[in-house]
């Protein structure tokens, strides 16, 4: 048997290649929409991929799968669980079987067992893998996509609060906890291969191991230790945070089936060109480095920087409706566009050199400020207004006094909360967010926008926090 896994470290996202190595076949599990991967790997290794499983229908990240089967013949093997309302809608273009409770299929001589796991979404399902073809009757492993992670669980909570299914937390909860008394059935010995790791936003605390055992995860995972649903329930609905805008998104690209026409040609243009796309049909996004962006940067542009937490960010400040302009260095372009497919954002139409817009004249800056600056200079100042861009839980684990706060995923689309005549000072956690918060508020006419240096964790070292 052959084994490979693969992993997006921008989505925490796990895929994974099991292969027959006497039949040549090969399976990709919750495929990413890069298949060059796979491909490649296949290729390597003397392999024909003939299956493509997934585990649910993604709210994270943007499926190969539709890709896959398309372009090389794939056959889908994907739920058959949860009703309608949780059903592929673009299957009857593909090779396809859909998957119940206990069906079994073979890749070669390596057989899976599927198990219905609802919970995090209700058509959830799981493969154990066992491998025949080396002489094994029993289970090597278990996919769980979405289900149990390192130490956590599935969040139940996406589909109200990303995808407006009103009822369905309470709900998916319960189904949890009745798909957690089926895992804990399986052999101790049973290896867990799950579908994301630390950083991903489908849990609350998942681990930073790749993979575990069923017999681990039941001594240690915190979502294991309970007996009664009740108590289960409250402490898995309990702090679970905002879920990123684009979630709503990518639960609809995936049921419907992500394009298959990303491959389009950029252009690249000037500087001086960028004045015809500062308009609400196109979003200009610099890619620099939030330094390079604080000391100059074009009006009317976005700053997300180059670096893995990019795809979450574009995902929640960029429409889906917008064409994407990118301010990046030459040899990041391409990257930086598989990144925004990977969520869907495929209206990539032009590109600037980034080293050209520093040498134009016209350039914006923003100022930082120290945590000593903010409570000597503009505390008490009626001009300013704090602006705390963190989520809920860090909110309410400390807060500065009098600041408002507005979640940055949300801040373009309520501005009005800023005091008219007011400026604001941006702060988060460290200062990584804050700095994405500066240049969305000076996009948007907030131009003396100041930035708290350090973010929340600096202040908290010399000035004592509000606690709710």
Not at 118 to 131: K, N, Q, V
Not at 282 to 302: A, M, N, W
Not at 338 to 364: F, P, R, T, W
Not at 444 to 468: H, I, M, R
């Amino acid at each position: 048997m052959y084994f490979k896994s693969f992993f997006d470290e921008n989505l925490a996202q796990m895929s994974y290649m099991v292969g027959c190595q006497r039949t040549g076949e090969a399976l990709v599990i919750d495929p990413a929409r890069d298949a060059t991967p796979y491909l490649e790997t296949a290729e390597k290794e003397g392999f024909t991929i003939t299956k493509a499983a997934e585990t649910h229908i993604h709210a994270d990240f943007l499926s190969g799968a539709r890709e896959l089967a398309n372009s090389n013949q794939v056959e889908l093997l994907v739920s058959g669980e949860g009703g309608e309302d949780w059903s592929y809608q673009y299957l009857d273009e593909t090779k396809h079987q859909l998957l119940k409770d206990n069906d079994q299929f073979y890749v070669g001589n390596i057989r899976m067992d599927v198990m219905h796991t609802p919970g995090h979404t209700p058509e959830s399902i799981s493969f154990l893998l066992t491998d025949e073809g080396g002489g094994s009757e029993v289970p090597m492993g278990i996919f769980t996509g979405d289900f149990v992670f390192v130490g956590d669980v599935g969040r139940p909570d996406l589909l109200e609060k990303a995808a407006g299914e009103e009822g369905t937390s309470a709900e998916g909860a319960k189904q949890m906890f009745a798909s957690l008394k089926r895992f804990k059935q399986l052999g101790d010995y049973v290896q867990v291969w799950p579908g994301h790791g630390a950083g991903s936003a489908c849990g609350k605390s998942l681990g930073a191991v790749p993979s575990s055992t069923v017999g681990y995860e039941k001594l240690n995972n915190w979502a294991l230790q309970f007996d009664e649903e009740e108590a289960f329930t409250e402490q898995l609905l309990d702090g679970q945070p905002e879920p990123p805008k684009y979630f709503a998104m990518m639960k609809k690209l995936n049921k419907q089936g992500p394009s298959l026409e990303k491959d389009r040609d950029m252009k690249q243009l000037t500087p001086e060109a960028l004045e015809a796309y500062k308009t609400d049909d196109y979003v200009i996004l610099d890619t620099r480095s939030k330094e390079e962006f604080k000391e100059g940067h074009l009006p009317g542009t976005i700053n997300i920087s180059y670096d893995k937490s990019l795809p979450n960010w574009a995902g929640w400040i960029i429409g889906y409706d917008q064409s994407i302009v990118l301010i990046s260095r030459m040899d990041q372009v391409s990257d930086v566009k598989k990144m925004l497919e990977s969520i869907g954002l495929d209206d990539v139409i032009a590109y600037v050199d980034a080293g050209e817009i520093e040498k134009q004249s016209s350039l914006e800056t923003y100022q930082n400020i120290s945590p000593r600056e903010l409570e000597a200079q503009y505390r008490e100042h009626e001009d300013y207004v704090i602006v705390d861009v963190r989520n809920q839980n860090e909110w309410n684990e400390g807060h500065i006094q009098g600041a408002e706060r507005i979640l940055l995923g949300e801040l373009q689309e309520n501005l009005d909360q800023i005091p008219t005549g007011k400026t604001p000072i941006v702060h988060c956690q460290s200062g990584k967010r804050s700095a994405i918060a500066a240049s969305v508020l000076q996009a948007n006419g907030f131009k003396d926008v100041l930035n708290l240096t350090g973010g929340f964790s600096a202040y908290q070292k010399e000035y004592q926090p509000v606690t709710p």
